[in-house]
């Protein structure tokens, strides 16, 4: 265990000064009284941020984090017990789960990175066929994730649930990108029609 994890948990182990002051807290907190949340910031959040910036690696994340945990904190609060643990190792719990939330939603960031660059580019799907260039220049003008779902269904021939097992994406939401793409191709043909 390195010498900050080692501080860092006596730091949260370690009573408040005040015993009493920090059961105050905390049933001020649980009732959302003026000023609770803000005490309990300026006690907690340096430990917090910490904490994330030791996991995630970068100040902003962190600080978003940060963010997230006081915010989840308070709209969660009804349901702190004060008589069954401390206020202070509640939200390092709460800061917890959201440095959990932020390294998954960073690794399918990561995977859907990854699946976008190893779909071939729309352009070169079809060269040699006038429609599919046309529909290759229309696809391109939709725009990611649009793009790539479209891509990975018609020029790829992945099934609904290929794309988004491959783009970590839920299959309503693939759906859902399917079909808004075809209407906003249909609409752009049919503007096309009239004007020409």
């Known amino acids: 265990m390195t010498a900050v994890r080692v501080e860092e948990e006596r730091t949260l182990m370690a009573p408040p000064p005040d015993a009493r002051s920090g059961a105050a807290l905390a049933r001020e ?12 910031y300026r006690d907690v ?16 994340d962190a600080e978003d984090v940060t963010q997230q945990t006081f915010v989840s904190a308070w709209r969660s609060r009804e349901g702190f ?18 440095i959990a939330d932020a390294l998954e939603a960073r690794s399918r960031e990561r995977r859907r990175l990854e699946a976008v660059a190893d779909v071939a580019p729309v352009q070169e799907a079809r060269p040699d066929d006038v429609d599919s260039v046309l529909l290759a220049y229309e696809v391109e003008a939709l725009g ?13 021939g992945a099934t609904h649930e290929q794309i988004a097992e491959r783009l970590d994406m839920p299959l309503g939401t693939v ?15 049919e503007v096309s029609d009239v004007a020409s």
């Open 29 to 40: 907190f649980v009732a959302g009284a003026d000023g609770a949340l803000e005490e309990l």
């Open 45 to 60: 959040s340096p430990l917090v941020y910490s904490m994330a910036v030791r996991a995630l690696g970068d100040t902003a």
């Open 81 to 98: 017990d004060p008589d069954k643990g401390e206020l202070r190792g509640w939200v390092v719990g709460i800061a917890r789960r959201r």
């Open 144 to 156: 990611d994730p649009r793009k790539t779902i479209v891509a990975l269904a018609y020029f790829q």
């Open 175 to 189: 759906k859902s990108h399917i079909r808004r793409a075809l209407i906003q191709l249909r609409d752009r043909w």
